[in-house]
């Protein structure tokens, strides 16, 4: 069900708010968050790999492909057909991971490999969203 | 001068952006519930499975040659175009969005600012992919037309990669010889069938015939093709689009429909979808037609069709449902197995000509606005007329739809930290 809030007013006036005139549009996270929209895309990270800088199992991944890869940059990758969210090492040629127990990876040849973008923010919930759980 | 760009079969590469594993596969889309293949990439072409035939009769092919078949993901097609045309529109003071994947642009004001305009074109098609993932092709000429055959090149004849800039007479003549008749915007393939039998085969043909005779033989617009082929100006975008004269809301449904109840909720949603297309373009309709038949592939044809005439033009969506439930339940058969249902509003006019009736009181358009200005601001069906019903089984069948990534929640990508 679609529950659509609109705002009820009883028609009386009186005075006129005083705050009226310093009004201005609230906070939005969008505008904090995204810096280029059309180019921005939203995914959530799966597993443990990057918990040493910060982004956990089902955090939310804010991905921008405008900004162009610098070296250790936090990316999300085509790496043979999967997204994949790595530390990118240009010099080397490699992913790196932000966990001791996982190790690098050599980009080769013959890998299928393209970046897809940069992870510019990551976002935790510290309690479940009700929005991904479903309900 | 002006610039088209344009996806490379679009809803194919829409699908490919969020699953890396499909990029460079052969992919079919298939039409509302999971009919006819409405799209087809290259590579699915070039295993001979082409657009526009019905999906059963190629099923297992695809299977047996590996084409990935998806039903329409329209909310990720949209939002994906929405985002492409934002980076198309970076690149030129003026925009005209003229579909779902394709967009001139104007140069006019602009041009000579511009060093090189080939250049300008490959940073376009280089921009859109890196920041949406969608391949497009760029064509740029002096007139709508041009910008549109020079589309053709870029996309079709080998050299171009892509993009191209007709500016010279020597390169129009060329690509204008490799193109048929019916490549050109505008060329039907009815007017198309009529040149092959005056000896007009190729473009080119087409841009040397005398404009006076194409009018007489053809029409204006045919002659408007003729001059832009030769690089004079004649059509502009904003005339590109005239309002609809009839108006038609009409689907396949997901399962047959057999009972009375089923049927009447079907012709009312369209009904509604079709009373509000009609309000979004400020007309109101004169008559209506209902319909209702089986599969034409079923082992006997059958339905009906009515067309009703109002005593005033209307586009209110109570009123155009109250005449299709009247007549359907009037129309019913319960031994007919129900596939396609649709609305027709004809004899469409505009609202502020309307001439008043005596003996009907005016309607008030508030109520519609309202519900239109509702729909719009929360989606799709915020508000609709209860006739419409809750959820009925007509409701389409996308089998294969994939996952909304761009505009549910629940359906982001998701991206491997192992």
């Given at each position: 069900m679609n529950v659509i809030p609109i705002l009820a007013s009883a028609g009386i006036t009186g005075f006129e708010s005083p705050a009226a005139e310093y009004r201005q549009l609230p906070?939005?996270?969008?505008?904090?968050?995204?810096?280029?929209?059309?180019?921005?895309?939203?995914?959530?990270?799966?597993?443990?790999?990057?918990?040493k800088i910060g982004i956990f199992d089902k955090d939310i991944l804010i991905v921008d492909r405008h900004v162009s890869v610098e070296n250790h940059d936090v990316i999300v990758a085509n790496y043979n057909g999967s997204f994949v969210c790595k530390l990118i090492d240009t010099k080397r040629r490699l992913l790196l991971s932000a966990n001791d127990s996982h190790n690098s990876v050599l980009i080769q040849e013959h890998d299928n490999f393209s970046v897809e973008g940069v992870v510019i923010r990551s976002i935790r919930c510290h309690r479940q969203s009700p929005i991904l759980a479903g309900d | 001068m002006y610039a088209l760009v344009d996806a490379n079969s679009f809803y194919c590469s829409a699908?490919?952006?969020?699953?890396?594993?499909?990029?460079?596969?052969?992919?079919?889309?298939?039409?509302?519930?999971?009919?006819?293949?409405?799209?087809?990439?290259?590579?699915?072409?070039?295993?001979?499975?082409?657009?526009?035939?019905?999906?059963?009769?190629?099923?297992?092919?695809?299977?047996?040659?590996?084409?990935?078949?998806?039903?329409?993901?329209?909310?990720?097609?949209?939002?994906?175009?929405?985002?492409?045309?934002?980076?198309?529109?970076?690149?030129?003071?003026?925009?005209?969005?003229?579909?779902?994947?394709?967009?001139?642009?104007?140069?006019?004001?602009?041009?000579?600012a511009i060093p090189c305009l080939l250049t300008h074109?490959?940073?376009?098609?280089?921009?859109?992919?890196?920041?949406?993932?969608?391949?497009v092709c760029v064509g740029i000429g002096e007139t709508l037309t041009l910008a549109k055959v020079a589309n053709h090149a870029a996309k079709k004849l080998n050299g171009y990669n892509g993009v191209c800039y007709i500016n010279s007479a020597q390169q129009r003549h060329n690509i204008l010889a490799s193109m048929q008749v019916t490549d050109v915007w505008g060329i039907g393939s009815r007017i198309g069938k009529k040149l092959r039998q005056m000896g007009i085969h190729n473009a080119l043909a087409l841009s040397k015939l005398q404009p006076g005779l194409v009018r007489k033989s053809f029409s204006i617009e045919i002659e408007r093709t003729v001059r832009e082929?030769?690089?004079?100006?004649?059509?502009?975008?904003?005339?590109?689009?005239?309002?609809?004269?009839?108006?038609?809301?009409?689907?396949?449904?997901?399962?047959?429909?057999?009972?009375?109840?089923?049927?009447?909720?079907?012709?009312?949603?369209?009904?509604?979808?079709?009373?509000?297309?009609?309000?979004?373009?400020?007309?109101?309709?004169?008559?209506?037609?209902?319909?209702?038949?089986?599969?034409?592939?079923?082992?006997?044809?059958?339905?009906?069709?009515?067309?009703?005439?109002?005593?005033?033009p209307t586009n209110d969506s109570c009123e155009l449902i109250g005449h299709a439930t009247r007549i359907g339940s009037q129309l019913f058969n319960p031994n007919t197995r129900y596939?396609?249902?649709?609305?027709?509003?004809?004899?469409?006019?505009?609202?502020?000509?309307?001439?008043?009736?005596?003996?009907?009181?005016?309607?008030?358009?508030a109520l519609m606005q309202v519900c239109d200005n509702l729909n719009q601001r929360y989606g799709t069906d915020s508000m609709f007329v209860a006739a419409q019903g809750i959820s009925g089984k007509w409701h389409m069948r996308r089998d294969l739809l994939t996952p909304q990534y761009t505009t549910c929640w629940q359906d982001i990508p998701q991206v491997s930290c192992r």
């Open positions: 906070l939005s996270l969008d505008e904090l968050l995204i810096e280029h929209p059309s180019a921005t895309f939203i995914g959530q990270a799966s597993g443990d790999s990057m918990e | 699908e490919q952006v969020f699953r890396p594993e499909w990029r460079g596969r052969p992919i079919v889309v298939l039409s509302n519930n999971d009919g006819c293949i409405v799209a087809a990439n290259r590579q699915a072409k070039a295993l001979g499975i082409g657009k526009f035939g019905p999906f059963f009769e190629v099923k297992d092919l695809c299977q047996k040659l590996g084409v990935i078949a998806l039903s329409s993901n329209y909310e990720l097609y949209g939002s994906l175009s929405n985002s492409m045309m934002e980076v198309i529109g970076r690149f030129a003071p003026e925009q005209h969005i003229y579909s779902i994947d394709e967009s001139f642009l104007s140069f006019k004001q602009s041009y000579p074109a490959a940073h376009i098609r280089r921009a859109v992919w890196k920041e949406t993932r969608l391949p082929l030769n690089g004079e100006q004649c059509k502009g975008w904003d005339s590109a689009r005239a309002d609809k004269q009839q108006i038609f809301s009409t689907r396949s449904v997901g399962e047959r429909i057999t009972d009375k109840e089923s049927l009447l909720q079907a012709l009312s949603k369209h009904a509604a979808i079709a009373a509000a297309k009609a309000r979004k373009q400020g007309s109101a309709a004169s008559s209506l037609l209902i319909f209702a038949k089986n599969s034409p592939y079923d082992e006997q044809p059958n339905g009906f069709k009515y067309h009703y005439r109002c005593a005033s596939y396609k249902i649709g609305i027709g509003l004809l004899d469409l006019s505009p609202v502020q000509h309307l001439q008043g009736d005596l003996f009907t009181p005016p309607k008030d358009p």
